[in-house]
């Protein structure tokens, strides 16, 4: 029992922690950059929506709050599209980046581009989204098929990293054949950055990520007794068939989404929630779920901040920080992994 | 359907893809009775458990649990009567072993799996079931094979079921953690009345701990009995097609194979003493005659499945002067004769004749030049 009651303090410590770096993100992303704006004035332009007009205002509402937002919500949402694509695959190394998933979406996406947009000069979001969503799923019903056939864990990996340079191979391919005029924006989103988000983007991401999130959340108990394994999650009771759809739709939708709207992420499906579990010690999905979609918000509005601000005016792209930070970890856990 | 079975099934057809491995498979067993499967490796025992636990669709056929038919069952229905534990080896990172036997807790619990204190209660009186109240808050993957399995039994255990099913427990454990496996499953099945179905390689443990066996080898289950029907040396070789070696079934053991050749040694034994020497020689290879053995003399279950031939007189009846004669003809064509050591009594004293005899020869070596045997070979 004494060890419950230190279990549960150390949930609320690591929760009023995240919380906390939330907002410290969410201030110190509206204060930094070409131009700094105390956190008073930011306060004020906010909340009371003071100063209406000024380039200050301008700046904050409609260039970095929603690029902040949008850092906060997809990376939320990558962070737990890690953590189910861990579970269903069982290797704590799985995650929409390494297995091809991103990759996948990225080709769908530029495919859909270069052909659209030579009848239309605007592709809707919902379009993107959709095609998006599709190629995630393409790419994870070829890892799902190989996954069958290799029973090793690194195996599985190699083959999603594959998957991932065939489909960047493609995707490059396209952008090399594709008007001058398209190409700007293609090779922009094909990166990775949160940049040159507005509110209705923001808006759909928002209600997408929260619905998958959500429903992530409620299915908390079969994901726990999935984390023993397949034969016995079936045997107290879930339906094996279905979860296992549910499971992958739910980390497709997530991952397409982010890619969607900001171009493939490496590592951060991988890194967070393990940073998570250490935190908080356990695997319970019931705790794990919500503490990643903090950290995955609090990670990305930090790794953003660096992107933009490390060599300002020039801006990195969210992947080479993402990179920097999450590879260590994937490093680290594989040679953790041998070692046992 | 008429006789009061608990757990039946009806012409029950499993296999993969609609391909049938073992068809017409019917057999019942009373609550709080032990089934196990025996058969050789790939012969579809597991197929068998994954079909009569839902893991698996059978192709044909009914499976009934009190009554009541199990296909039809709703999954969590099936949970709350039906537990497993499964070969597949799993490793939940950062679970302790409280919390895997918690999820036992599975089909009783509300949308997010709270635990009552009910919940507690039923997890901590199978964790003392097990003998593993200690292990609760270790990590599940950090414990051993031996821990690990008594971790799982709980778990189904947990699940307050009133059929568990195994498949291969016993399989990575040694032999103290594979009695007190079953151990507690006997004592489980006998106090809580809950029967147990399972698969068991051992077939030195398997007539001890069940009520019932299966012998599953080939398209249809052939037979299905008592351990005192099944257990016999015919239907072990046929089952397990062994062609060499033998099982006794007395001891609920296995000798290896027979040293081939014309016997060059006579080993005079009885009481026991000559089983070590019998095995030692099976070792070399070197194929041997023995004697003069009652045939309800202990060495006599061993000599029989080793030796070349063996000098047997009816238990109780003095040993015929026939027999002896026999006896020494064979001596004096052998090389050695090995005296095991065995104390002449009234009733055995005609191997006195034979040793005599053997040291008239002078082929006598005792019990430790017997043992010695190899190295002597060998130079």
Redesign the interface.
Known sequence: MREEIRQQVRYQIVFLLLLSLVVVALILNINTGSISISPLRIFRIVFLSAESGSTESNIIWKIRLPRLLAAAVLGGGLSVSGFLLQTFFRNPIAGPFVLGISSGAKMFVGFVMVILLNYVPQIPVAVVVLASFVGSLLSMGIVLLFSRKVRSMSMLLVIGIMIGYICSAVTDFMITFARESDIANLTHWSMGSFSGMNWTNLRIATILILIAVGITFFISKPLGAYQLGEGYAQSMGINIKWFRILIITLSSLLSACVTAFAGPISFVGIAVPHITKLMVKTAKPMIVIPATFLCGAVFCMFCDLIARTAFSPIELSIGTVTAAFGAPVVIWLMAKRQSK | MKENYFFQTEGLSVGYHNKVLIRDISFGIKKGEILTLIGPNGSGKSTILKSI???LSAIKGVVYLDKKNLYQL???E??KK???V?T?R??????TCE??VS??R??Y?N???TLTKRDHKVVMEALEKVHAIELK?KEF?DISDGQRQRILLA?AIA?EPEVIVLDEPTSFLDIKHKIELLSILSEMAKEKQITVIMSLHEIDLAPKISDRIMCVNGEVIERFGTPEEIFTEKIIRELYSMQEGSYNMLFGSVELKKPSGSPSVFVIAGGGYGIPIYRKLQKQGISFYTGILHDNDIDYQVASSLASEVFVEKAFMPIREELIKKGQIAIKNCEFVYEAGTPIGDFNRANLELLTYAKALGKIRNEKDALKVQRSKNN
């Open positions: 636990t839902k893991q709703s999954s969590r099936t949970a039906l537990s497993v499964l597949e799993i490793k939940p990172e950062m679970m919390e895997v999820s036992g599975y089909p619990t949308q997010f799996g808050d993957t778990r699940q």
